[in-house]
């Protein structure tokens, strides 16, 4: 008696990682590969339009780069609409595989995402990983409801710089403005002296969940920003008292200059895009002239250089 087609695809399965190419979002752009590997959980007569098949029922683990989209949302498991082209993927790319076995169907019970990095633990890494899970927690805090004016403490969280902070989400709403092209401003501020990170939030009143992709990115951007003027503190630099009204003296403070550089690096290696892109685009949302723009551009892109 052979092998049975359980032991035939426990073995091919086993150690081996798949590829499948594609736009998980459905939003058309350009296409990402992820790499999976597949456990095989049982096989099951089921009724699929009116007959009796059997089914290949398995888990899927993805591995993915930690500071990605999906890696953030892991956790928000792949029933959401958002990923229907993400579970079809793998879904197709199995089929390919298993009709080589015999006649069969396939069904993903449960898809798992793990990092694909090997990380040394150091006080950069531990940061990162932190950053990570501060955003998380923001961004499911804000999914649990769209229309809710809030204030919450997200948590405590050691950042691996001498004391834990905390950290506070306050939440708002504005009616729809039509010069406006976004449907929420984040804004973000270290407090040295209660040793708080504060993030304000306001949506316009007609938000949805549409929002959440680059909400995260500015998350990324806006968390590591703050957290570098947390590191700034425990090195003992001193920060202007002055409330500059002008732009181009505010923006350009040395502190501010190493702190937006910090934030943008993040968020354009999130989104996979050019830092001098996520730059202008940032001071282009916040109404600054071109030529002004031009200048911090040029002021952040040689503090990054150097």
């Known amino acids: 008696m052979g092998p049975?087609?359980?032991?035939?695809?426990?073995?091919?399965?086993e150690g081996k990682k798949f590829t499948w190419c594609?736009?998980?979002?459905?939003?058309?752009?350009?296409?990402?590969?992820y790499e999976f590997s597949v456990k095989?959980?049982?096989?099951?007569?089921?009724?699929?339009?009116?007959?009796?098949?059997?089914?290949?029922?398995?888990?899927?683990?993805?591995?993915?780069?930690?500071?990605?989209?999906?890696?953030?949302?892991?956790?928000?498991?792949?029933?959401?609409?958002?990923?229907?082209?993400?579970?079809?993927?793998?879904?197709?790319?199995?089929?390919s595989i298993i009709k080589n076995f015999g006649d069969y169907q396939t069904k993903l019970d449960d898809i798992k995402v793990e990092s694909n990095r090997t990380e040394n633990i150091t006080e950069q890494n531990i940061t990162k990983n932190m950053?990570?899970?501060?955003?998380?927690?923001?961004?499911?805090?804000?999914?649990?409801?769209?229309?809710?004016k809030r204030t919450m403490n997200i948590g405590t969280f050691d950042v691996g710089l001498t004391d834990?902070?905390?950290?506070?989400?306050?939440?708002?709403?504005?009616p729809k403005n039509p010069k406006v092209k976004k449907q929420y401003d984040i804004e973000g501020f270290w407090n040295d002296e209660t040793n708080e990170l504060e993030i304000f939030i306001t949506f316009d009143e007609n938000v949805d969940s549409s929002i959440m992709y680059d909400l995260i990115g500015d998350?990324?951007?806006?968390?590591?920003?703050?957290?570098?003027?947390?590191?700034?503190?425990?090195?003992?630099?001193?920060?202007?008292?002055?409330?500059?009204?002008?732009?181009?003296?505010?923006?350009?403070?040395?502190?501010?200059?190493?702190?937006?550089?910090?934030?943008?690096?993040?968020?354009?290696?999130?989104q996979k895009r050019p830092l001098e892109d996520v730059i202008r685009e940032y001071?282009?949302?916040?109404?600054?002239?071109?030529?002004?723009?031009?200048?911090?551009?040029?002021?952040?892109?040689n503090f990054q250089n150097n």
């Not at 594609?22 to 590969?33: A, M, R």
């Open 4 to 13: 049975s087609i359980t032991d035939k695809l426990n073995r091919y399965f």
């Open 22 to 33: 594609g736009d998980f979002l459905s939003s058309g752009d350009d296409e990402t590969c």
């Open 40 to 95: 095989l959980k049982e096989i099951k007569p089921m009724i699929s339009v009116g007959e009796w098949r059997d089914f290949i029922i398995v888990d899927i683990t993805v591995y993915v780069d930690p500071d990605s989209f999906l890696y953030l949302f892991s956790r928000d498991k792949f029933g959401a609409s958002a990923f229907g082209a993400l579970k079809w993927g793998f879904k197709n790319k199995l089929d």
């Open 131 to 148: 950053i990570r899970n501060i955003i998380r927690d923001i961004s499911f805090e804000v999914k649990k409801d769209f229309n809710k």
């Open 164 to 174: 834990p902070i905390d950290i506070d989400l306050h939440i708002n709403f504005l």
């Open 219 to 270: 998350l990324n951007d806006v968390v590591t920003h703050e957290l570098q003027h947390v590191k700034q503190t425990k090195r003992g630099v001193e920060f202007s008292q002055k409330d500059y009204k002008q732009p181009k003296r505010y923006y350009l403070q040395p502190d501010e200059i190493e702190a937006q550089v910090a934030g943008f690096k993040r968020k354009a290696k999130l």
């Open 283 to 301: 001071f282009k949302s916040r109404g600054i002239r071109k030529k002004l723009i031009d200048l911090f551009v040029e002021r952040l892109m």
